[in-house]
């Protein structure tokens, strides 16, 4: 598995489309920028096929220090869930035969 940063995607985006390194990499920057605009106004974020970002809050809880075994008390913070859409399921599924809906991928029963 591969490390692809921003700065990869902008030298890929900017050889298939023939667009200036710089204006790729602002527009790039301009798109990340709004989703975490949107993520932090409270917004859900819809991309067909490709998935959904949603913020979700995580409620205040106690937690224990492993090293001491003091309890402490954790804030209430906000995550981002992500759920990957229709296409980007298939393309993440390795290649290899269907299996069938009759038998839910399990072998056939021998008498």
């Known amino acids: 598995m591969n490390t692809i940063t921003k700065r990869d995607l ?3 985006i900017s050889e298939t489309t023939g667009v200036q390194q710089q204006k790729a990499k602002e527009v790039i920057q301009h798109f990340l920028d709004a989703i ?3 993520l932090s106004d409270g917004n859900r974020l819809e991309f067909r ?5 949603e913020p979700k809050s995580k409620a205040a809880r106690m937690a224990r220090n492993p090293r001491t075994g003091d309890r402490i ?7 981002v869930k992500f759920k990957s859409g229709r296409m980007m399921k298939e393309r993440l599924q390795p290649e290899g035969p269907e299996l069938s809906q009759e038998t839910n ?3 056939p029963m021998t008498p």
Do not use: S
């Open 49 to 53: 096929d490709f998935g959904v970002f």
């Open 36 to 38: 975490i605009q949107e």
């Open 105 to 107: 991928g399990l072998p």
């Open 73 to 79: 008390a954790v804030p209430e913070k906000v995550t």
């Open 10 to 12: 902008v030298q890929r």
